[in-house]
């Protein structure tokens, strides 16, 4: 549901409950295409958090070709992370993603 005052779209975006873990890529890509066709002009933020660098930059690539304003990569390991190893995978997703890139990579 979609109200006046809304500045953006968040969807796939939370690692709270986990759930976007399940889902196929391409079940993301339709989500991603769903939430721009159906947001209007409020701008789509879409979660493409991903064990796998790989994983992140197709999933980048996905939202960017549904339309996507931003995307958020957030930390989806169940192990803690070292700061060396949050640093590589953001490094190594964010020089090759072009839309507004939003993280939320806690060590």
Known sequence: MRSETDEAV??????????YAY?????R???AQLA????????????????RTRDVLELAQDAQTA???????A?????????????????GSACRISAYLLGDMGV
């Open 10 to 19: 968040l969807v796939i975006g939370t690692p709270a409950t986990g759930s």
């Open 23 to 27: 889902l196929t890529r391409t079940e």
């Open 29 to 31: 890509r339709r989500t």
């Open 36 to 51: 721009v066709q159906h947001a209007g002009d409020v701008p789509v933020i879409i979660g493409i958090g991903a064990l």
């Open 67 to 73: 339309g996507a304003r931003g995307v958020l990569l």
């Open 75 to 91: 930390s989806m390991s169940y192990q803690k992370l070292s700061e060396d190893e949050v640093l590589m995978h953001t490094q």
